[in-house]
């Protein structure tokens, strides 16, 4: 079993910064591949950002590519969403998730259903 713990969001000005925080207990964080999403008001839950296990692989929404980046710490059992150059259409709550498949690689990292467990959600916001 694996919880999920985001923090970090706030309300924020157009092409400023934030970052996320997803922290995880239980013994399975460090061979976990971990994602993060974002759903808006009225919006379907949409990928953002994927670290493998071992951060040697990072992939990114079309949305957020150059501006996101993600990063994890194992040691400390957190994986990290910095934000820059805001706009107001990243506006949503994030969540982090985790896929239970220890040292999995996969190739359908931007599905939600890829993933067992998932955080209760932060809200970002951002105003123009």
């Known amino acids: 079993q694996v919880q999920l713990v985001e923090s970090g969001g706030g309300l924020v000005q157009a092409g400023g910064s934030l970052r996320l925080s997803c922290a995880a207990s239980?013994?399975?964080?460090?061979?976990?591949?971990m994602g993060w999403f974002r759903q808006a008001p009225g919006k379907e839950r949409e990928f953002v950002a994927h670290?493998?296990?071992?951060?040697?692989?990072?992939y990114y929404a079309d949305s957020v590519k150059g501006r996101f980046t993600i990063s994890r710490d194992n040691a400390k059992n957190t994986v990290y969403l910095q934000m820059n150059s805001l706009k107001p259409e990243d506006t949503a709550v994030y969540f982090c998730?985790?896929?239970?498949?220890?040292?999995?690689?996969?190739?359908?990292?931007?599905?939600?259903?890829?993933?067992?467990?998932w955080g209760q959600g932060t809200q970002v916001t951002v105003s123009s």
């Open positions: 670290i493998s296990w071992n951060g040697g692989n990072k």
């Open positions: 998730a985790a896929d239970q498949r220890a040292y999995h690689y996969s190739s359908s990292y931007y599905r939600a259903n890829e993933y067992e467990y």
């Open positions: 239980g013994r399975t964080f460090s061979s976990s591949a």
